[in-house]
């Protein structure tokens, strides 16, 4: 069975790095486009990064373009989400996703992870 599992939220201060994990077990893990998608209290869930299988193509919305980069590890099966200069509205819950091919869309994956808390506090 298809799976991911995130790791690596916490809670930081405004200003702060942190880096999630995503770690998976599906066989098409070399060939899958890997997202980050993320939910805050109240909100709909949205799309933050993705990389394509290869790693040569990345994804970003404006509001952490340039902060945060998404990178793979296709020998470890592992796809990370590194976030800088942290703000008090990246607080949410954070999902890994894969899929098929890279897109901004949520639809575009079909593996999800359940979610990793990150809590930015200012």
């Known amino acids: 069975q298809a799976q991911l599992l995130e790791s690596g939220g916490g809670l930081v201060h405004t200003g702060d790095s942190l880096m999630l994990s995503c770690a998976a077990s599906?066989?098409?893990?070399?060939?899958?486009?890997l997202a980050w998608f993320r939910q805050a209290p109240g909100k709909e869930r949205e799309f933050v990064g993705a990389?394509?299988?290869?790693?040569?193509?990345?994804y970003y919305s404006d509001s952490v373009k340039g902060r945060f980069a998404v990178s793979r590890d296709n020998a470890k099966k592992t796809h990370y989400l590194q976030m800088n200069s942290l703000k008090a509205e990246d607080t949410a819950v954070y999902y890994c996703?894969?899929?098929?091919?890279?897109?901004?869309?949520?639809?575009?994956?079909?593996?999800w992870g359940q979610g990793t808390q990150v809590t930015v506090s200012s």
């Open positions: 996703a894969a899929g098929m091919t890279i897109g901004t869309e949520a639809r575009r994956y079909s593996v």
């Open positions: 599906i066989r098409s893990f070399s060939t899958s486009a």
């Open positions: 990389v394509n299988w290869s790693g040569s193509t990345t």
